[in-house]
């Protein structure tokens, strides 16, 4: 069965290499027969699309005829863009076949099949190390001839204390085994020139994959006739940039000028390019698809199974004194016999021990599986001026754009609204507002970001920045110093005050506010009114009292537009004021602070009814706290007393007058410590009572 079984694996894979064979065979001849078919053809780039997110998303157009193949020409660093982007479409109902490119293997990898291993940057001990066994020539500093043995490392004394490691080559030569250290090596010249030419070619593959070499990336297309075709994708790109204009005028509304900034760095000339400017941020990364990826697998190792050994086995102990005399015997009789009695007990045991189980088999995986069919939709949402959340600028006309060159093209050319304003904020210039406008886009376009140049009565008047700027948005811009204009802010701080207090659960809430004013006197030293808006900031918790309403306000500033007269000063107050809540235990406070409170005309007559009830209680408590103290210290007094008698006592015979004395007196004060001690206790039961009444009673009261 072995044997049948061999057979057939033979046979099959006999069929499956001619098979493979006759299939080459056929591709190849494929393969020739539409080279020699096919046509070159050239698509120049006819649309683009640049966005402000760095990428640019390029289209040829054309036509071919037949079997046709297009050839293109990217930098190496564009190809996993271009992987990852490529859309070809066949307009005549052709069909599109391979797309073909220079591969780039791993130069590690690559490195790795020379005889000589470069990846690891070796020194010239471990290239030699590499090559044992080789012939090379030396000057050393004369010339020596041999083979390498073997680089070894030595510790070579320096002076007298120091030592360094050092190199040494060994070499078997003509005269025999000479050792030479590399540090006195000048050169070295491999014999075997196939391994010379390897390590030259080594160092080209390195070379190489530091240089930015250019690929070609060639399309086919399948086909009969002239037909058009398409070609699009992802590029990186420079951003394409704005500046604006602004002229401003008296008597007319400002005109607005806008110029888009771009740059061919394609490997082709733009001619008669349809250019569409996209501003938005679409989601963008780069994959490595260019760089060959290899999976590293397991390493299975095939099971072995070693041959059993021989088992040997322990006597029974109640045969121990037999078997050592028939042992004797056996000595006795010849050794002869005993070493052929031992062979053939061996021979026996190696027959009744089992025998290594086979290797196991492999059973071939089935190669049937199901696969799902996958179907995707892919809704567009382009049309003529949006492309999603973006905004889109189509050039009207085409453009002519030569490679590694830049241009700017005009996208807006309109008077937009704007009034002249004068912006002051204490933190950019204590004294002076800036000259600005209050721009609105009433243009159908959507301003992107960049910087104005404003020219005011035909003259520059300054440079101004503007943020992205949507149709019909308004946006502040600020270009100069008005030094027409003069602002003296100060600064009125008001104490804090007490607005009211609530009582509830044993709190005291009360509620305190501080205020402040801010004035502004605006000076006009023009010829002219100006607007000037002061821009005061918002801080948390403070409440805008006067003016009632902000001109306008953003996320951190009041903005207060205020007329200033030539020759007339303006003034602007801005009144604010900030509530604050502190939590106090009313069981906590002190007359002092209840006094206070009792004095103030914002509280209540209950919350002051309240706060005298609190005191009064709290005295109470005081009393009977003092009470006790007073019993106390008269329990301590005795006490002394009586350690005072002890002592005299100690001194006296028991049959004096004094001594009956002493004892007679100590009963007495024995009984008056047990008449305090109760009123002791008495006293705690009473101020327990009362603080636990006034707790019940802060408990139950909530009052404003």
């Known amino acids: 069965m072995k044997s049948f079984a061999l057979f057939r694996l033979t046979r099959l894979a006999a069929m499956m290499i001619r098979t493979a064979t006759s299939s080459l065979v056929m591709i190849v001849a494929v393969s020739t027969l539409h080279a020699e078919e096919t046509n070159l053809s050239d698509l120049p780039i006819k649309r683009v699309v640049m966005y402000s997110s760095g990428v640019a998303f390029f289209e040829h157009a054309g036509e071919v005829e037949g079997n046709s193949a297009v050839e293109l020409q990217f930098n190496v660093k564009d190809i996993n863009d271009l992987l990852k982007s490529m859309v070809l479409e066949d307009l005549g109902g052709g069909r599109i076949s391979t797309v073909s490119y220079g591969s780039k293997d791993p130069i590690t990898r690559t490195l790795s099949t020379f005889s000589i291993d470069l990846t690891r940057n070796p020194t010239l001990a471990d290239l030699l190390g590499q090559i044992r066994g080789e012939a090379i020539e030396i000057d050393a500093p004369t010339k020596v001839a041999g083979t390498i043995i073997g680089v070894e490392k030595r510790i070579v004394a320096v002076g007298k204390e120091d030592t360094i490691e050092q190199s040494y080559l060994t070499l078997l030569t ?186 196991p088999g492999f059973a071939s995986p089935s190669s049937g599986y199901d696969r799902a069919t996958l179907k995707s939709s892919l809704e567009s949402v382009a049309n003529a001026s949006d492309v999603g959340e973006m905004f889109r600028y189509a050039i009207a006309t085409p453009v002519k754009l030569s ?48 910087p104005i140049t404003v020219f005011d009565d035909g003259a520059y008047a300054g440079d101004a920045q503007i943020q992205d700027l949507q149709p019909g948005t308004e946006r502040l811009i600020s270009y100069a110093m008005d030094l027409d204009t003069e602002v003296a802010p100060s600064l009125t701080n008001s104490p804090q005050s007490l607005v009211s207090i609530r009582l509830a659960k044993g709190v005291l809430f009360v509620s305190t506010k501080l205020e402040r004013k801010k004035s502004y006197v605006i000076k006009n030293s023009g010829k002219s009114e100006k607007t000037v808006l002061i821009e ?29 007269e030539p020759g007339k000063a303006a003034t602007l107050v801005v009144h604010e004021e900030q509530q604050l809540t502190e939590q106090l235990a009313a069981n906590n406070l002190n007359n002092n602070q209840v ?66 004395r002493y004892i007679t007196k100590f009963t007495e004060q024995e009984d008056e410590i047990e008449r305090l001690r109760g009123l002791i206790t008495a006293a705690i039961d009473e101020e327990t009572k009362l603080r636990s009444a006034l707790d019940q009673y802060l408990l139950g009261i909530d009052i404003k």
Request: a positive charge.
């Open 174 to 359: 003509d005269e025999g085994l000479r050792s030479v250290s590399l540090d006195n090596v000048g050169r070295i010249k491999l014999t075997n020139a196939k391994l010379d030419a390897e390590l030259r070619q080594a160092l080209l593959v390195l070379a190489s994959g530091k240089s930015q070499e250019k690929k070609l990336v060639s399309l086919n297309f399948l086909g009969a006739g002239k037909r058009a075709v398409r070609v699009g994708y992802i590029q990186e790109a420079p951003i394409w940039k704005t500046s604006y204009r602004l002229v401003l005028d008296n008597d007319k509304q400002p005109l607005l000028q806008g110029w888009a900034i771009v740059e061919n760095t394609t490997e082709a000339d733009w001619n008669d390019v349809n250019l569409t400017l996209v501003s938005g941020r679409p989601i963008s990364f780069v994959m490595d698809l260019y760089q060959p990826l290899y999976l590293a697998r397991p390493e299975v190792k095939p099971e072995l199974y070693a041959s059993l050994r021989p088992r040997t086995y322990d006597q029974s102990l109640k045969d121990a004194e037999q078997d050592f005399a028939m042992l004797g015997e056996q000595m006795e009789a010849g050794k002869q016999d005993g070493l052929a009695r031992s062979r053939e007990l061996r021979k026996n045991l190696a027959a009744a021990a089992p025998s290594a189980p086979p290797a």
């Open 536 to 564: 005061y900031p918002v801080v948390a918790n403070w409440k805008l009292l006067e003016p009632a309403e902000p001109s306008e306000k953003t996320r951190d500033l009041y903005r207060f537009a205020v007329k200033a």
């Open 595 to 660: 006094q206070i409170y009792l004095q103030a005309t914002v509280v209540s007559a209950e919350v002051k009814k309240a706060l005298q009830e609190i005191v009064a209680r709290k005295d109470s408590i005081q009393k009977a706290v003092q009470k006790r103290a007073e019993l106390d210290r008269q329990v301590v007094v005795i006490d002394q007393e009586q350690k005072r008698i002890r002592d005299n006592m100690a001194q006296l015979p028991k049959e004096s007058d004094l001594f009956r």
């Open 403 to 450: 490679r590694s060159t830049s241009a700017m093209l005009p996208i807006v050319n309109d008077s937009v609204e704007g009034s002249k304003v004068s912006i002051y904020n204490e933190a950019s210039h204590i004294k002076h507002p800036l000259s600005g406008l209050r721009l609105k886009n009433s243009t159908d376009l959507h301003l992107m970001q960049g």
